[in-house]
């Protein structure tokens, strides 16, 4: 039995949310979309990349500070900064998927995300196998005329800019993904990006590990994926804001407009990815910011404000 197999019939015939619910979350879209570049304002909203707003480089979580220079190599494609591969970054990402194929699954897909800020705003999204979702968050400093904290009830999946099935795949097709490292990387290289665009191809496969909703073996199969891009270095013991103890991994990689950085911090005895950095260059402007992973995985708890 296929325990990730969607319930098409049961998803299809769920209704769709009221217009009040629509106009509360479009409302709390905008407010995260107005802020996506570094010269945000400080009470910016995060969200997972499969959830109401698509975060893309503009919110990851700060690991280690990045030096960028701007430039531009005359071409469309993109390539590895020139980094000898790093075999200690390899075996981090091979032991993180040998933890990431046994873990279990279960009744909701989460994702739990926070910035690395005192008093940051806490997201949350759960979506089912048969595609319902809810949504919810907790402020701990509400602008005025804004809730503490809410729990909203949607279906199907959020916008996902980058996967390696290309744009907003369809949940059924997450879950039947290969868990072969080898096909999940020509899936991205086909799907995600330029031809030659490595950068593009490791953001579909971390999105597999941060945000997407999909097996074990899958996940897995992108940790493999990873350990195989050509300049990932580790960058030893990292620890993040909230105290959780890692190991720090780079992807550094040159781009039409410059340096490109992607810094991942990753427990292996877990294969949680703990805090996600990206930083880099996107018309001539530097964006970055700033993503915890408080909790990314399968699991059977009911879906509450965080």
Avoid: C
């Avoid at 494609?77 to 980094?83: D, E, G, L, V, W």
């Avoid at 994702?111 to 759960?126: F, G, I, L, N, Q």
């Avoid at 868990?179 to 597999?208: C, F, H, M, W, Y």
């Avoid at 890692?246 to 292996?268: E, M, S, Y």
Wanted: hydrophobic fraction near 35%; proline fraction near 9%.
């Amino acid at each position: 039995m296929n325990d990730l197999r969607p319930l098409h019939r049961y998803h299809d015939a769920l209704p769709d949310p009221d217009p009040s619910t629509v106009g509360r979350m479009r409302a709390r879209v905008n407010d995260h979309l107005d802020g996506r570049t570094a010269a945000v304002a400080p009470r910016r909203r995060i969200r997972p990349a499969w959830g109401l707003a698509v975060v893309g480089a503009a919110a990851a979580a700060v690991v280690a500070t990045a030096t960028l220079v701007p430039g531009n190599t005359g071409t469309g494609s993109t390539r590895p900064a020139p980094h000898a591969s790093d075999d200690s970054g390899r075996t981090v990402l091979l032991a993180a998927a040998e933890r990431a194929a046994t873990q279990p699954t279960g009744k909701y897909w989460r994702v739990v995300t926070t910035s690395d800020r005192r008093d940051a705003p806490v997201d949350a999204e759960w979506v089912t196998l048969d595609g319902r979702r809810w949504v919810a968050y907790r402020d701990p400093q509400p602008a005025p005329g804004q809730k503490p904290g809410e729990l909203l009830k949607s279906k199907g999946l959020g916008p996902i800019a980058t996967s390696v099935l290309g744009e907003n795949p369809p949940l059924s097709r997450l879950l039947a993904l290969p868990t072969q490292p080898k096909a999940l990387r020509a899936l991205a290289e086909r799907n995600a990006g330029r031809p030659g665009d490595i950068e593009s191809v490791t953001e579909a496969l971390v999105g597999l590990l941060t945000d997407q909703p999909t097996t074990p073996g899958t996940r897995a199969a992108a940790f493999r994926a990873l350990a195989d891009v050509p300049g990932v270095r580790s960058l030893g013991p990292q620890t993040d804001s909230r105290g959780r103890k890692g190991t720090g991994l780079a992807f550094d990689f040159t781009t039409p407009a410059g340096r490109f950085h992607n810094r991942l911090v990753i427990d292996p005895r877990t294969s949680q990815v703990l805090s996600k950095t990206t930083s880099g260059y996107k018309n001539k402007r530097l964006v970055s910011g700033t993503l915890l992973y408080l909790a990314t995985g399968w699991t059977n708890e009911s879906p509450r404000i965080p």
